[in-house]
């Protein structure tokens, strides 16, 4: 059965770097696309971006320019990193598989972790 | 403001026939396959239907998509009140600003 659990500070500070890295298991990280979702409280769903095995990668336009996604093969690990947050980037973090223009669905999805910008 | 619009809200009471719309264009809807997903509170959305109408296993036949022309639709029938949750649609986009997968609003479902 593949589960993801995402995992990092629930607290950043603004201009900071948010970090959030997720692990997979029950399948193999080197055969599918991954992406990094998030809904702030209260509202609606937004996609981040994905990353494939090889390193490939898409981010949302709104969010390239502050975006790095990166994979970890050996750990069956991929991680999101959001540069020069600020309270509009508080939101629960999803990550799921999925998400590359073939299968822009996202058929498993962790838990999410709730990520809180404040001083 | 969504890329794809859905209506904020849409209510039925037990055994109703409910429908949720998702509007979209061209480069997105019209173009690609579209996908809804169900949240209930405090939970990680599950995918409900995906390529436009299809269901993964699981997922009961009273949950059932279509897509005509730059517009799609979920229907419910039989509503029960564990349906109560949040819709969403997705679909890829691909836009002159950008490619990527984009999102509906979200729907809330309200059984009554």
């Known amino acids: 059965q593949v589960q993801l659990q995402e995992s990092g500070p629930g607290l950043v500070k603004p201009s900071e770097t948010l970090s959030v890295t997720c692990t997979v298991s029950g399948a193999s990280i080197s055969r599918y696309y991954w992406s990094w979702i998030r809904q702030p409280p209260g509202k609606g769903l937004e996609w981040i971006g994905y990353i494939f095995?090889?390193?490939?990668?898409?981010?949302?336009?709104?969010?390239?320019?502050?975006?790095?996604?990166?994979?970890?093969?050996?750990?069956?690990?991929?991680?999101?990193?959001?540069?020069?947050?600020?309270?509009?980037d508080t939101a629960v973090y999803y990550c799921a598989r999925g998400g590359d223009k073939q299968w822009p669905g996202f058929d498993y999805w962790g838990q999410g972790t709730l990520v809180t910008v404040s001083s | 403001q969504?890329?794809?619009?859905?209506?904020?809200?849409?209510?039925?009471?037990?055994?109703?026939?409910?429908?949720?719309?998702?509007?979209?264009?061209?480069?997105?809807?019209?173009?690609?396959?579209?996908?809804?997903?169900?949240?209930?509170?405090?939970?990680?959305?599950?995918?409900?239907?995906?390529?436009?109408?299809?269901?993964?296993?699981?997922?009961p036949d009273r949950f059932s998509g279509s897509k005509s022309g730059t517009s799609a639709s979920l229907a419910i029938s039989g509503l029960r009140s564990e349906d109560e949750a949040d819709y969403y649609c997705a679909t890829w986009d691909d836009s002159l600003s950008g490619r990527g997968v984009v999102f509906g609003g979200g729907t809330k479902l309200t059984v009554l």
Do not use: E, H, M
């Open chain 1, 53 to 88: 095995y090889s390193g490939s990668t898409n981010y949302n336009p709104s969010l390239k320019s502050r975006v790095t996604i990166s994979v970890d093969t050996s750990k069956n690990q991929f991680s999101l990193k959001l540069s020069s947050v600020t309270a509009a």
């Open chain 2, 2 to 59: 969504s890329v794809l619009t859905q209506p904020p809200s849409a209510s039925g009471t037990p055994g109703q026939r409910v429908t949720i719309s998702c509007f979209g264009s061209s480069s997105n809807i019209g173009s690609n396959y579209v996908y809804w997903y169900q949240q209930l509170p405090g939970t990680a959305p599950k995918l409900l239907i995906y390529r436009n109408n299809q269901r993964p296993s699981g997922v």
